[in-house]
């Protein structure tokens, strides 16, 4: 377990906070793959030009929060 606390309400505004995963109950291996499916999704996203930008937004947030927590 990670001394490192990952608390989706300080990057979301948003209701739906409860049901997301929560990555400090997560093994290092899962968390390495949620990162790097988060990363791929934001990747696949910025290609398309139509994405609004508040969502690569949010991922960018996202991923840097959790590579601060979490990646060595």
């Known amino acids: 377990m990670s001394r ?11 209701e739906d906070v409860a049901f997301l995963v929560d990555p400090n ?3 290092p ?7 790097e ?3 791929v999704d934001y990747i696949k996203l910025r290609a ?4 609004k930008k508040s969502i690569l937004a949010n ?11 979490f990646a060595h």
């Open 59 to 69: 991922y960018k947030r996202i991923l840097r929060e959790l590579v601060k927590n």
């Open 37 to 39: 499916s988060l990363y």
């Open 25 to 27: 109950g997560m093994s």
């Open 4 to 14: 490192n606390k990952f608390e989706w309400d300080n990057l979301l505004e948003h």
């Open 48 to 51: 398309t030009k139509k994405t």
């Open 29 to 35: 291996d899962e968390r390495h793959e949620l990162i």
